[in-house]
C-alpha cells in the first residue's frame, strides 16, 4: 500500500494478491472487508442530487430541474463542490466513529443526465430538463464541482446516470424494451454522456434497468463496450442501478438465473453490480455464489473479474481510501461545515437564481413593503415539503417556508394572513377561512402545486403511475381555488412549485402575476420572499416546454424524439423553454458574427449589445441558436448552442460575447453520423428561444461551406 506508486501499479498488486472469491466480493455494492489486506468493508451506493441524501441533515439546494433554471453553469459548479465536501465531511465522521454504513461513502450516483422527452416522467425534477446541450453544460460543471480539482485524488465520484435512453413510465422502467434510432441515440440520448466523459471527467457511470434495442442497459455490450468504451473513450467504473442484474433475468427475462444475468452483465463491461437497495447481507452473499457458478461454469473468465475489479479498485485508490488521511487533501473537512450557514447562503442565492417569472400583467410585481395587508393562502404556502424532494431527504434541516420567509421579509404592522384552502389533492377545513381573508386582504398570494409526494420515483411514491403523472393539470380541488380566489378582484399572485410542466392555460389567461419557484431549497421561502417584493430582480428560465395538453404529445412509451421538446415540436404552448421574464426590459442590437461564411475550420464570434431598459439593474440570460430546414432529413428546427447570465446596471449596456466552434453547427443524420452540411442556417441571440414573440431577438443568415 506504498502510496508513492502510481495507482494503475498499487491495483494490480492488490489484485494479485486476492483470491477468486475475494475478488468476487469486491465486485458488489456491498463490497466486503478483507482484513489480511487491510480493505475495509465498502458501499457504493450514495446520493447527491440537491444535497447529501438519507443520512442526517445537510444543505438542501434547489432541485435539480431548478438548478438548470439558473442557466448559470458556474454557480453549480459551486453548488455541487458544496455537496461533495458535506460528503466528504460526513464520510470521515462516520469513520472516525467506527461505522461505514451505506448512504456514507464517497461515490454518488448523481448527475443524472436524461433528457426529458416527455413531462409526464416523475424524475424530470431530477434532470437538467429537455435539452442535450443545457444538460451536458450543467452536467459537466456538476461532475466537476463533485470531483474537485486535485491533480490526484477525487473528491467524491460521480457517476452520470442512467445510461442510456431512459425516461420512463417508472412502472415499466424494469421491464420496458426501448427501440431508439440512431439518429435519437446520438442527437438527443447521447451528447450529455459524452460531455461529461470527455470534459466532466465522471469517473463513473450508472447504467439503467430498460432494455435498449432488445438489450438490457446494464448488460448491452454495444452500449457500455462499443460505445461507452469505445467510442467516448470512457475509462471508469460502471455501476448498475439499484436491482438492474436481478431484472435482466426476473423482468426482460434475457437470461435464466441470477448467474446468466451476472455474467452477461460483466461480459458487457458493468463492473460494479448493485442489488436492490433493501438488500440484505444475506442476499448479497446468495449473488456472490452466482457469480462464482457462472464463473465454475465457463460464462465468464476470470479475466473479466479482474477486468471489473480493477476499476473499481482504481476508483476507490483516487478517492484515497488505501492512504493516510493526512495525504488525501479532503479527509480532514471538519464536520461543522454540514448545513452550515456559508452553505444555506449558497442555498440562498441559488434559489434566487432559479425561480422564474412567468406573467407580470401591470407590473404587478414587485409588491410594495408597505402594503396594508396580505392574505396567503395554498397548500404549499407552509409546506416544508414543497421545498425539496422527501424521499430522499428524511431528516431535512430547517426548510424556511414562504410563510416564514414573508413574516421574517416584512415590517410586524403588515398584517399576513394565513390559511390553507386545500389540501394538495382534497378539500381542508378552512376553505371559507380562505376566501374570507382573501376578501379582506389588500392583495392575494396564492402558493400551489406539486410535491414529491405526488411526482417522483417508483419505489417511492404511491399509487398505480408510480411518480409519473397522467396530465399536466393541478389537482382538481386546487384549481377550483385558484379560480376562486381570481375571481375576488384582488391583486393576485400565483406561485407555483413542481418539478416539471404544468397545464398553466388558465392562469395565464386570467391571473395577473405567475412565479414557477420549483422546489426551492432549505432557504427557498426566503428566495421567493425576495423576488416578491422586489429585493431579487429574478432571471430565471424555463429548462422545459411548458405544454397545453398531453393530448399535443406522441405516446409516452415512443422514444422517437418527433414531435417533442422545443427542437421538434410544432404546436402552441403555454410558455417555450428558454422563456422567463425580469422585472427589467433588455433590448438587443449590434450582432456582429464573423465569419460569415464558415469552414469546418473556423470558430465563430459572435458579440451583441445588451442594453437594460430599466427600471432595476437585473440579470439576464443571453441564449444562442441555431437553425436550418435546408436539409433532406429532419433536424431541430433550431437548437440551443450557447448562453450567458450576466448583471447589467439599470439603463446601461453591455457587449456580450460568445465563440463556437463549426463542429457544434454539425446536423446528425438518420445514421447517427455527425456531418458538416453546407447550406443556410439561422443564429438567433436572445432572451429566449426564438419563434413565440418573447423578448428582443436578434438573428443573421450565416453559410456553412466545404
Known amino acids: 500500500m506504498n502510496h508513492l506508486i502510481p495507482f494503475d501499479e498499487r491495483v494490480e498488486d492488490l489484485i494479485s494478491r486476492l483470491t477468486i472469491d475475494e ?116 452536467g459537466v460543471a456538476f461532475c466537476k464541482g463533485l470531483q474537485g480539482y486535485d491533480p490526484k485524488y477525487l473528491k467524491i465520484s460521480a457517476e452520470a446516470k442512467h445510461f442510456a435512453v431512459h425516461s420512463g413510465p417508472e412502472n415499466r422502467r424494469h421491464e420496458i424494451d426501448i427501440p431508439v434510432s440512431k439518429k435519437d441515440l446520438y442527437e438527443t440520448y447521447l451528447p450529455a454522456f459524452k460531455a461529461c466523459v470527455h470534459e466532466g471527467k465522471t469517473e463513473g457511470i450508472m447504467s439503467a434497468y430498460n432494455r435498449v434495442n432488445g438489450e438490457p442497459a446494464s448488460a448491452s455490450r454495444s452500449l457500455l463496450h462499443d460505445i461507452l468504451r469505445d467510442e467516448l473513450g470512457f475509462e ?14 426476473k423482468y426482460h427475462k434475457v437470461a435464466k438465473d441470477y448467474a446468466e444475468a451476472a455474467a452477461l452483465a460483466l461480459k458487457a463491461g458493468c463492473d460494479i453490480l448493485n442489488p436492490f437497495n433493501l438488500a440484505t447481507v444475506a442476499k448479497v452473499k446468495r449473488h456472490r455464489r452466482s457469480v462464482r457458478k457462472a464463473l465454475d461454469k465457463g460464462m465468464i473468465t476470470k479475466e473479466d473479474i479482474d477486468r471489473a475489479l480493477r476499476r473499481a479498485l482504481r476508483a476507490r485508490f483516487k478517492l484515497g481510501m488505501f492512504d493516510p488521511p493526512e495525504i488525501v487533501p479532503y479527509a480532514n473537512i471538519s464536520y461543522d461545515v454540514i448545513n452550515s450557514k456559508k452553505h444555506r447562503q449558497l442555498s440562498y442565492h441559488t434559489a434566487h437564481e432559479t425561480i422564474v417569472l412567468l406573467k407580470n400583467d401591470s407590473n404587478v410585481l414587485p409588491l410594495d413593503v408597505d402594503i396594508g395587508s396580505i392574505a396567503l393562502i395554498g397548500p404549499n404556502a407552509d409546506n416544508p415539503k414543497a421545498m425539496y424532494y422527501p424521499h430522499y431527504y428524511p431528516n431535512p434541516p430547517k426548510i424556511m417556508t414562504l410563510l416564514q420567509g414573508i413574516q421574517k421579509k416584512l415590517p410586524s404592522q403588515i398584517e399576513i394572513k394565513y390559511a390553507k384552502g386545500c389540501e394538495l389533492e382534497v378539500p381542508s377545513e378552512d376553505k371559507e377561512r380562505a376566501i374570507q381573508i382573501a376578501q379582506e386582504s389588500d392583495v392575494i398570494i396564492g402558493v400551489f402545486g406539486l410535491t414529491g409526494e405526488i411526482e417522483g420515483e417508483e419505489g417511492y411514491v404511491l399509487g398505480p403511475l408510480c411518480g409519473d403523472r397522467e396530465d399536466l393539470k393541478l389537482p382538481e380541488v386546487q384549481e377550483e381555488l385558484i379560480k376562486e380566489l381570481n375571481e375576488i378582484g384582488k391583486p393576485f399572485i400565483l406561485i407555483l412549485t413542481s418539478g416539471s410542466a404544468l397545464d398553466l392555460g388558465y392562469a395565464k389567461e386570467k391571473v395577473p402575476a405567475i412565479i414557477h419557484a420549483w422546489y426551492a431549497g432549505c432557504e427557498g421561502g426566503k428566495a421567493i420572499a425576495d423576488i416578491l417584493f422586489g429585493e431579487y430582480n429574478p432571471a430565471g428560465r424555463l429548462p422545459i416546454t411548458f405544454y397545453k395538453s398531453v393530448d399535443q404529445l406522441p405516446d409516452y412509451e415512443d422514444y422517437n424524439m418527433e414531435g417533442r421538446t422545443y427542437r421538434y415540436f410544432e404546436g402552441k404552448v403555454i410558455y417555450p423553454f428558454g422563456y422567463g421574464l425580469s422585472y427589467s426590459r433588455f433590448e438587443y442590437k449590434n450582432l456582429q458574427i464573423s465569419p460569415q461564411q464558415i469552414t469546418e475550420d473556423d470558430n465563430i464570434v459572435i458579440t451583441v449589445d445588451i442594453e437594460n431598459l430599466g427600471p432595476y439593474s437585473g440579470e439576464e440570460v443571453a441564449q444562442v441558436y441555431i437553425g436550418r430546414n435546408d436539409l433532406e432529413y429532419r433536424v431541430p428546427k433550431h437548437e440551443l448552442k450557447a448562453f450567458k447570465r450576466v448583471l447589467i446596471e439599470k439603463e446601461k449596456t453591455k457587449m456580450v460575447n460568445f465563440t463556437l466552434s463549426a463542429s457544434e453547427l454539425k446536423s446528425i443524420n438518420m445514421d447517427g453520423k455527425s456531418i458538416f452540411e453546407p447550406g443556410k442556417i439561422i443564429c438567433y441571440v436572445g432572451g429566449c428561444q426564438p419563434g413565440f414573440g418573447y423578448g428582443a431577438i436578434v438573428s443573421q443568415q450565416l453559410t456553412l461551406e466545404i
Open 236 to 249: 471508469g467504473y460502471v455501476i448498475s442501478d439499484g436491482g438492474a442484474i436481478r431484472d435482466i433475468h
Open 23 to 138: 475478488k468476487i466480493s469486491q465486485i458488489f455494492n456491498m463490497s466486503t472487508e478483507i482484513e489480511r489486506l487491510n480493505i475495509p468493508h465498502y458501499d457504493w451506493r450514495d446520493e447527491g442530487l440537491q444535497g447529501v441524501a438519507f443520512v442526517e441533515e445537510s444543505t438542501l439546494f434547489p432541485q435539480v430541474i431548478a438548478m438548470a433554471a439558473s442557466f448559470n453553469d458556474d454557480l453549480i459548479e459551486s453548488v455541487a463542490s458544496v455537496i461533495a465536501e458535506e460528503a466528504r465531511a460526513r464520510h470521515h465522521h462516520y469513520l472516525k466513529k467506527g461505522e461505514q454504513q451505506r448512504w456514507t461513502g464517497l461515490t454518488y450516483s448523481t448527475p443524472n443526465i436524461n433528457i426529458v422527452r416527455d413531462p409526464r416522467w416523475g424524475r424530470g425534477q431530477e434532470t437538467f430538463g429537455e435539452d442535450p446541450y443545457l444538460t451536458s453544460r450543467m
